[in-house]
């Protein structure tokens, strides 16, 4: 799955420098740009097409509500952050439809729960202009046929004799189709775990050294995955980045 493009929109650049920070550990995000007033917003949306836009109220020239409505106006689809440096926020910008709203200073929990919810809206939407098209589900081929499995259904996928096994708590799927391959259409919650694994961090209860990897067991599954040794202090970062 390529990676939601990220404008931030603020004149506090050392703000902006620590969005960029928590930013860069994600897989399923990319900055594209950064402004520092209105004028220079509208040109970098325009020719750089983001899915997300992280904004501050006080941004100058964007002349509060009336400019985040020309934006939402222009660029429907577009997943709009509002932060504010103070405590407050205007009554008429609920009345526009809006990802989320941070009050200053934020935190990296909040942040990523701000993030989390422009990606489960970006994935329930059949997102167009952009060309790409998201439905929350992985598509295989099997059997002539096409499956669609819901990412939540997903416990772990298993790479065995050149076949790729989807294993979730209802039935098993058989695909040719590699795990590089798989691992590009899935959401942020899953994580290859070993050349030979792709997890679902949503699953996951306990991991356990075995040898010279580490088993993963799953909430209400017997089967069990593996992490490799040079994975096991990445799974452990993004575990605690996706749980906040």
């Given at each position: 799955m390529k990676p939601f493009g990220i404008?931030?929109?603020?004149?506090d650049k050392p703000c902006m420098d620590h969005f960029q920070q928590m930013i860069d550990p994600l897989r399923h995000f990319h900055l594209l740009d950064v402004a520092e007033h209105a004028r220079?917003?509208?040109?970098k949306i325009q020719l750089?097409?983001?899915e997300i836009l992280i904004m501050n109220l006080s941004l100058p020239g964007i002349r509060g509500v009336s400019g985040i409505e020309k934006v939402k106006q222009f660029h429907p689809y577009l997943q709009i952050i509002l932060m504010t440096d103070d405590d407050t926020f205007p009554g008429e910008v609920f009345d526009i439809s809006l990802t989320d709203y941070?009050?200053?200073?934020?935190i990296q929990s909040r942040f990523y729960d701000s993030l989390k919810k422009a990606f489960y809206s970006l994935n329930s939407t059949h997102h167009l202009s952009g060309g790409r098209v998201i439905s929350g589900k992985?598509?295989?081929?099997?059997?002539?046929?096409?499956?669609?499995i819901p990412f939540h259904e997903i416990v772990f996928i298993e790479r065995l004799n050149r076949k790729s096994f989807i294993y979730t708590f209802q039935h098993t799927y058989e695909t040719y189709e590699s795990l590089h391959s798989l691992m590009?259409?899935?959401?942020?919650?899953?994580f290859q775990s070993h050349r030979s694994y792709i997890v679902n961090l949503e699953h996951i209860y306990k991991i356990e050294p075995d040898g010279q990897t580490y088993l993963?067991?799953?909430?209400?599954y017997k089967k069990s995955a593996f992490i490799s040794k040079n994975n096991i202090q990445k799974i452990k970062h993004v575990l605690s980045d996706l749980q906040g």
């Open positions: 404008i931030i929109a603020d004149h220079d917003l509208w040109k750089q097409n983001p941070m009050k200053k200073p934020v992985l598509e295989i081929r099997m059997n002539h046929s096409l499956l669609f590009e259409r899935l959401g942020y919650q899953f993963v067991h799953f909430r209400n």
